[in-house]
């Protein structure tokens, strides 16, 4: 009977240690939300600073709120859509700089970085002017064909021509699969730079 006392004496043990553990893990997993949580608030723009936040941590919580800061501000350097967006890419860069400020390294990387986000705005624009201007000639010829059929003058955009979106979205699609493959790999060198 002994015998068997001190087997199910080892079995609660073992349970107990798997569930601090699991209480540990989730008391981690936690800490990184609360990273998550303040990046957040700082691109939203409440007064956060991020670095005071990661000194106030304990040794052990700080790997995890950083990785929590550096994950949600990573998320937000996209390829821009509009030039609108551009800045939200920079704040979120210019609080990575302060997150890695013992990194100096990491000043040129962002200086890069913008120098993409930049160039696929610039580029992005010059192409659909280009393809404008391709269609801008089958768009006249289409005109006259519609005054002739109806007698009325009629003005046509180049976008409003059926291949014109379909040739279009092919080159959005090759355009952001190059610059954000570009994006995409500054993006790991920083995470795992500033979270190693």
């Known amino acids: 009977m002994a015998e068997i006392r001190s087997t199910l004496e080892m079995v609660l043990e073992r349970a107990a240690r798997m569930?601090?553990?699991?209480s540990?893990?989730?008391?981690?997993?936690?800490?990184e939300k609360e990273g998550m949580r303040l990046a957040a608030g700082f691109l939203r723009g409440d007064q956060v600073d991020l670095p005071a936040a990661l000194v106030k941590c304990s040794a052990e919580e700080r790997?995890?709120?950083?990785?929590?800061?550096?994950?949600a501000l990573l998320r937000n350097i996209v390829?821009?859509?509009?030039?609108?967006?551009?800045?939200?890419?920079?704040k979120a860069m210019q609080a990575l700089m302060e997150i890695g400020r013992d990194k100096g390294d990491l000043v040129q990387v962002f200086t890069e970085m913008k120098s993409i986000l930049d160039r696929y705005l610039t580029h992005k624009e010059q192409l659909k002017k280009q393809l404008e201007e391709q269609f801008a000639q089958q768009m006249m010829l289409m005109e006259k064909?519609?005054?002739q059929q109806t007698g009325m003058?009629?003005?046509?955009?180049?976008?409003?021509?059926?291949?014109?979106?379909?040739?279009?979205q092919r080159i959005q699609v090759e355009l952001n699969d190059q610059y954000g493959r570009a994006v995409e790999q500054y993006k790991e060198f920083i995470?795992?730079?500033l979270t190693a």
């Open 24 to 31: 540990s893990d989730m008391i981690l997993q936690e800490k």
């Open 145 to 147: 064909n519609l005054a």
């Open 63 to 71: 790997p995890y709120v950083k990785k929590g800061m550096v994950s």
């Open 191 to 193: 995470a795992t730079h």
């Open 79 to 90: 390829l821009p859509r509009t030039v609108d967006e551009a800045p939200a890419a920079e």
């Open 153 to 168: 003058k009629m003005k046509l955009q180049p976008s409003q021509h059926p291949k014109f979106a379909e040739e279009w």
């Open 19 to 22: 569930e601090a553990s699991a």
